[in-house]
């Protein structure tokens, strides 16, 4: 059975900084290029960032270059989200995803809010 199950999210003020990670399990966690997401309220599920399976290279929305970074550890088949200099605007469910050629999988999301 997959399973992604995001931690970390939690109410933080502008300025500073949360850890989000997301665990798998029930799939080849090495093969899968993973990423995160997020989803504000009335808006779109948009990519924040994602990374290849063996994490050589990310790519990054605008919106969070210089500020949030994705890194993955293959051997504890854990993908993480460093984010540094939260904005209100990030305010936002964060999911994560796994993905390789047509399998997708998704994360129930952690709530991450930012908020003074």
């Known amino acids: 059975q997959v399973q992604l199950v995001e931690s970390g999210g939690g109410l933080v003020q502008p300025g500073g900084s949360l850890r989000l990670s997301c665990a798998a399990s029930?799939?080849?966690?090495?093969?899968?290029?993973m990423s995160w997401y997020r989803q504000a309220p009335g808006k779109e599920r948009a990519l924040v960032a994602t990374?290849?399976?063996?994490?050589?290279?990310?790519v990054y929305a605008d919106s969070v270059k210089g500020r949030f970074t994705i890194s993955r550890d293959n051997a504890k088949n854990t993908i993480y989200l460093q984010m540094n200099s939260l904005k209100p605007e990030d305010t936002a469910v964060y999911y994560c995803n796994a993905r390789r050629r047509t399998d997708v999988y998704w994360g129930q999301g952690t709530q991450v809010t930012v908020s003074s």
């Open positions: 029930g799939f080849t966690f090495n093969q899968y290029g």
């Open positions: 990374i290849t399976s063996p994490g050589t290279s990310t």
